[in-house]
């Protein structure tokens, strides 16, 4: 989300307006958890989310999440 001279939520849009991106998967790798930065996401195209720090099993866990 926090990247510079284009956001994460600039990236997700510009990918969903391509058309071989609109259907893939986007999971957001962030230190950030507020609610409403999760639903700017999801609102941007974001399929999943998942906070920093995280463990090997949680990260595998949400992109299982996001491929099913």
């Known amino acids: ?3 510079p001279r ?4 600039g990236l997700i849009e510009a990918l ?14 962030t230190t950030e958890s507020s609610d409403e930065k ?3 996401a999801r609102e941007a ?3 999943g989310w998942i906070v920093k720090p995280f463990n ?9 999440r996001v491929l099913h």
């Open 1 to 3: 989300i926090n990247m």
């Open 6 to 9: 284009m956001d994460g939520f």
């Open 38 to 40: 999760k639903a700017r």
């Open 56 to 64: 090997p099993e949680k990260l595998a866990a949400a992109i299982r």
């Open 16 to 29: 969903r307006r391509q058309p071989g991106h609109r259907n893939l998967p986007i999971l957001v790798l």
């Open 45 to 47: 195209g974001a399929t």
